[in-house]
């Protein structure tokens, strides 16, 4: 069983930046692909960023690329989203995931966070 506790969400103005944080617990953290995803109100869930199990290969939505980057911090078990350059259709609930298969598809990812809301001020 993993367990994902996201954090770092919050209000912020358009061009600002924020930090999320995923703490994953429960398995073996550097086995898995991890990923972000974000839902805004009556839209469905899309795809943000993910990560490679060993953390050199990294891939974004075309909507974020050059503004968020995704890491790992093995030492910690934490993969984090840096946002920058925030717009306010970066708004919307954020969620870590995990992908035990490594192929990155979204039905392959299985534990999910919580979420964290971010919004964005214009």
């Known amino acids: 069983q993993v367990q994902l506790v996201e954090s770092g969400g919050g209000l912020v103005q358009a061009g600002g930046s924020l930090r999320l944080s995923c703490a994953v617990s429960?398995?073996?953290?550097?086995?898995?692909?991890m990923g972000w995803f974000r839902q805004a109100p009556g839209k469905e869930r899309e795809f943000v960023a993910d990560?490679?199990?060993?953390?050199?290969?990294?891939y974004y939505a075309d909507s974020v690329k050059g503004r968020f980057t995704i890491s790992r911090e093995f030492t910690k078990n934490t993969v984090v989203l840096q946002m920058n350059s925030l717009k306010s259709e970066d708004t919307a609930v954020y969620y870590c995931?995990?992908?035990?298969?490594?192929?990155?598809?979204?039905?392959?990812?299985?534990?999910w966070g919580q979420g964290t809301q971010v919004t964005v001020s214009s």
């Open positions: 995931a995990t992908d035990p298969t490594g192929r990155g598809l979204q039905s392959d990812f299985a534990s």
């Open positions: 429960g398995r073996t953290f550097s086995y898995y692909r």
């Open positions: 990560i490679t199990w060993s953390g050199y290969s990294t």
